[in-house]
């Protein structure tokens, strides 16, 4: 059984830093691009970032690109989103994604599995 479990997620104010943690079970992690989404209150998914675990190669979003960084751990089948710099706009719930295949995909259809979600809430 495929899971992607987030954990890390909390409330934390403008300015601060979080590290979200997705832990991934039941499928090849190397065979993956794993990425980060995020859904605001009202606003359409949108790709954060994403990383391909064969090579560790990156992207991101113009949005958080120098102020988040992915990165992961594939001895532990781990993703990680380290987010500095937090601001109000950066408020969403958080979502890690698997998709199978290369390259460095940014659109939500083109993830095969999801995690639940984590909450993270960003004050001024």
């Known amino acids: 059984e495929v899971q992607l479990v987030e954990s890390g997620g909390g409330l934390v104010q403008a300015g601060g830093s979080l590290r979200l943690s997705c832990a991934a079970s039941g499928f090849t992690f190397a065979d993956y691009v794993m990425g980060w989404f995020r859904q605001a209150p009202g606003k359409e998914r949108e790709g954060v970032a994403c990383?391909?675990?064969?090579?560790?190669?990156?992207f991101y979003a113009n949005s958080v690109k120098g102020r988040f960084t992915i990165s992961s751990d594939n001895t532990k089948n781990t993703v990680y989103l380290q987010m500095n710099s937090l601001k109000p706009e950066d408020t969403a719930v958080y979502y890690c994604?698997?998709?199978?295949?290369?390259?460095?995909?940014?659109?939500?259809?083109?993830?095969?599995?999801w995690g639940q979600g984590t909450q993270v809430t960003v004050s001024s």
């Open positions: 990383i391909m675990s064969s090579d560790g190669s990156t």
């Open positions: 994604a698997a998709h199978l295949g290369l390259g460095h995909p940014t659109e939500e259809y083109e993830y095969d599995y």
